[in-house]
């Protein structure tokens, strides 16, 4: 059983359109995250949601928010997509948010805008 | 400058080497040190954490911080071709869940 999933793992579109992103972890943990990684490899963290509620929003741009319907799931919308947007991005959770408990990532979602 | 810094390599070995990697950070509030493996294609997954300074080891793998020069460094002995991947630091200050990650260092390790 795959701990951590996201859909889709590709993603090719256009310039300005709007994506979205979606994630799930069947690990019954509280805090979910999305991470950018760049095309060298620095990992940045975007978001967490712990319990449903906003605890972490890096200087992300607002093109970017992530809906969470429920603790198991936490996806990610972009708005009018930017060429820059392209990037690997990575679902994570977490059992409680703190610092010291393991995050488990998912399988990441390759973003290209052409 | 980053809060983390990371050679990212690439770092090409002989199997049985011992590998040395290393991250400096510039944040003396971070507190807690952690190692991720990533392999090609995939998501991170981590390896070892350690709290504040000291050693910690496990296997052939030997994570060790170094406070007083903000250094932290992850050993790998008889280093094998399935350890080929890209080792990425990470660390957190004492409060707060801010997770600061060094760029990664990309090791091959050949037969």
């Known amino acids: 059983d795959t701990a951590v999933s996201q859909t889709p793992k590709y993603l090719v579109t256009q310039m300005g359109n709007d994506k979205s992103i979606k994630c799930e972890q069947n690990?019954?943990?509280?805090?979910m995250y999305w991470y950018k990684q760049d095309s060298k490899k620095f990992l940045k963290i975007m978001f967490s949601?712990?319990?449903?509620?906003?605890?972490i929003n890096e200087t992300v741009p607002n093109r970017f928010s992530p809906k969470s319907p429920d603790k198991a799931h936490l996806n990610l919308h972009i708005n009018s997509l930017e060429l820059g947007d392209s990037a690997v991005y990575f679902c994570?959770?977490?059992?409680?948010?703190?610092?010291?408990?393991?995050?488990?990532f998912g399988p990441g979602t390759r973003l290209t805008v052409l | 400058q980053k809060e983390v810094e990371q050679d990212p390599g690439p770092l090409s070995v002989p199997e049985g080497a011992i590998v040395s990697l290393n991250c400096t950070y510039s944040?003396?509030?971070?507190?807690?040190f952690m190692w991720y493996r990533q392999y090609s294609r995939k998501g991170p997954e981590l390896l070892m954490y350690?709290?504040?300074?000291g050693n910690k080891e496990d296997g052939r793998f030997t994570a060790q911080v170094d406070k007083s020069s903000k250094y932290i460094s992850l050993f790998i002995r008889d280093s094998q071709p399935s350890d080929s991947a890209t080792y990425l630091c990470?660390?957190?200050?004492?409060?707060?869940?801010?997770?600061?990650f060094g760029t990664g260092t990309s090791l091959t390790v050949i037969p």
């Open positions: 994570a959770s977490s059992l409680s948010g703190r610092r010291t408990d393991t995050q488990y």
């Open positions: 690990l019954g943990h509280d805090t």
């Open positions: 949601y712990n319990n449903k509620e906003l605890i």
């Open positions: 944040n003396s509030a971070f507190q807690y």
């Open positions: 350690t709290y504040s300074s």
């Open positions: 990470a660390m957190t200050p004492n409060t707060g869940n801010q997770f600061y």
